[in-house]
């Protein structure tokens, strides 16, 4: 697997199957106990379409900042303050990270344009 196949498949698993499964799953009838998941079902619940429609945008936009986040740590853009070493992203014998927010952030600003 190459970086870009690492962040292709982040990005449907989290884009595509995540995202879709939450908002496929929100304007259902709320069923079940978890008090967190019924909160959030009746909060959904009581949005205007356009308020619904800028909670799909929003959730995406904090998706992508925590995926971008990640992928910060990972190439060594940044480094938590307890963090000793470099994170080394290995795949088969190849390491594939380096430029993984680069070209998160390069597929983000395509699929945006």
């Known amino acids: 697997m190459t970086a870009e196949e690492f ?5 449907q698993e989290i884009f595509k199957d995540t995202y879709n499964y939450y908002f496929e799953t929100l304007p259902t ?10 909160n959030s079902k009746e909060l959904y619940h009581s949005l205007s379409e356009e308020q619904k429609n ?3 945008f929003f959730t995406k936009l904090v998706m992508q900042d925590v995926i971008s986040s990640i992928f910060g740590k990972l190439d060594n853009i940044s480094s938590y303050a307890n963090q000793e070493g470099s994170f080394e992203l290995n795949i088969n014998g190849s390491t594939i990270n380096g430029d ?7 597929k983000m600003e395509e699929d945006y344009l």
């Open 29 to 38: 009838p709320i069923v079940g106990t978890d008090k967190y998941w019924k």
């Open 54 to 56: 800028q909670l799909q």
């Open 100 to 106: 993984l927010q680069e070209i998160f952030l390069m």
């Open 7 to 11: 962040v292709k498949n982040v990005n």
